[in-house]
């Protein structure tokens, strides 16, 4: 049996398909999972747990390793490795985060801790290890910078290589009074890294060098999206033909024309809201299906999982449902290995949800299958 191997932009989650579109069976099809929380309740925090594709079944989490407002995690591409992010506002005495390395233990999911590094900026919100599996790159919300830390040969980490920091403001008097880099990820051919900032309504765009870990402008060296919307997340079509950014504030997605992953043409903003809603609402993640047909996102507020279908040149996506989470505020979503079950985790209900995606047309059904966990902020597979 061939394989095709995919990689989520938002996420880390590692995906595989058969080319037939089949989902692993079998022993094959049983991962676990490891949850990024924050400590403020009763979290304690990094969970790990398993997840059974056959079943759609999650154990109750246990407890993998102690630590504070772990919020985003990422794994090594081909290592027993797992790094997370300390969202804090001070570390060993200056105003940084933290980058926290872990050994995975293969038998248990366990995490042993190995060290821990400055993030170059205040409150790290997310983090992603770059495809040579030689660098962390963080960005830093609060800092409104991003930095990038070389991986040791014992899967440790040194101190930031790299660190930029960015200038300006845009139009939301309270929320856009600085710059907030909100995520860090890599374009399809890993040559070019994204930043969405939420302070200055633009995704900012930098060359990658795996030789050094040094990020530099790109030329154009970013996208806008519409003042006052907050770009928080986005995600790549499997093609590579679009880009699709989340705006946190308008809850409402960018749809981008790209060429060779560089985004290059604005093209429409669709909302992810129903048209009589009229509360207050935030958006918080993105994910797209494999198949390259769906579209999925999150609303704080209204509770939901906005669910897009994706037109066939990936340039234009219609809503065509919001499902509740069962919970609320959803802070994450993420698609299973197998690509046939969706998550909502459910930061301030503390609680997991399951639902089965239909794949023909993009439909979600709870499956029933909910865990309960303390403010769950991110979730990530490895087999």
């Known amino acids: 049996m061939l394989w095709r191997y995919l990689m989520s932009c938002a996420c880390g989650v590692v995906v595989f398909l058969a080319m037939d579109g089949q989902k692993l069976m079998g022993e094959e099809a049983t991962f676990w999972v490891y949850y990024g929380t924050y400590t403020r309740d009763t979290s304690r925090g990094i969970y ?35 790094y997370a992010v300390g969202e804090l506002a001070e570390f060993e005495g200056q105003r940084t985060g933290a980058v926290l390395a872990y050994q995975i233990d293969s038998q248990s999911g366990k995490l ?11 409150g790290p919100c997310h983090l992603v290890v770059d495809p040579s599996g030689r660098f962390v790159l963080v960005a830093n919300y609060g800092g409104g910078s991003v930095a990038s830390l070389p991986i040791r040969p014992d899967g440790g980490l040194e101190p930031p290589a790299c660190v930029l920091r960015q200038e300006g403001r845009s139009v939301h008097p309270t929320r856009q009074t600085a710059p907030h880099a909100h995520q860090i990820n890599f374009s399809p051919k890993g040559d070019l890294v994204l930043v969405p900032d939420l302070g200055l309504d633009k995704v900012l765009l930098f060359r990658w060098s795996p030789a050094d870990g040094q990020l530099t402008e790109y030329d154009p060296p970013f ?55 009229s509360g207050s609402n935030t958006a918080a993640e993105i994910v797209v299906h494999p198949t390259g ?13 906005a669910v897009f279908r994706i037109a066939d040149d990936a340039l234009k996506i219609s809503l065509m ?16 290995p197998t690509a046939t079950f969706l998550f909502a985790a459910n930061q301030d209900s503390h609680n997991v949800v399951v639902f089965r995606i239909d794949v023909e047309s993009g439909h979600l059904t709870p499956t029933g299958q909910v865990i309960n966990l303390g403010s769950p902020v991110c979730m990530i597979f490895r087999k």
């Open 48 to 82: 790990v747990g398993k997840f059974d594709a056959n079943t759609g079944r999650l154990t109750e989490p246990e407890l993998a390793a102690e630590t504070r407002n772990p919020s985003f995690l990422a794994v090594h591409p081909t290592r027993p490795l797992l």
């Open 112 to 122: 042993v801790a190995i060290n821990r590094q400055p993030s170059g900026g205040t």
């Open 223 to 277: 996208v806008t999206v519409p003042a006052g919307s907050g770009p928080r997340h986005f995600a790549y079509h499997p093609t590579g033909r679009a880009l699709y950014v989340l705006n946190e504030l308008t809850a409402t997605v960018c749809v981008f024309e790209c060429a060779s992953g560089v985004p290059t043409r604005l093209v429409e903003t669709v909302s992810s809201l129903p048209q009589d809603f």
């Open 293 to 305: 047909r769906f579209l999925f996102t999150s609303n704080r507020g209204h509770d939901s999982v």
């Open 321 to 336: 449902e919001n499902v509740s989470v069962q919970g609320k505020t959803p802070r994450f979503i993420g698609i299973d």
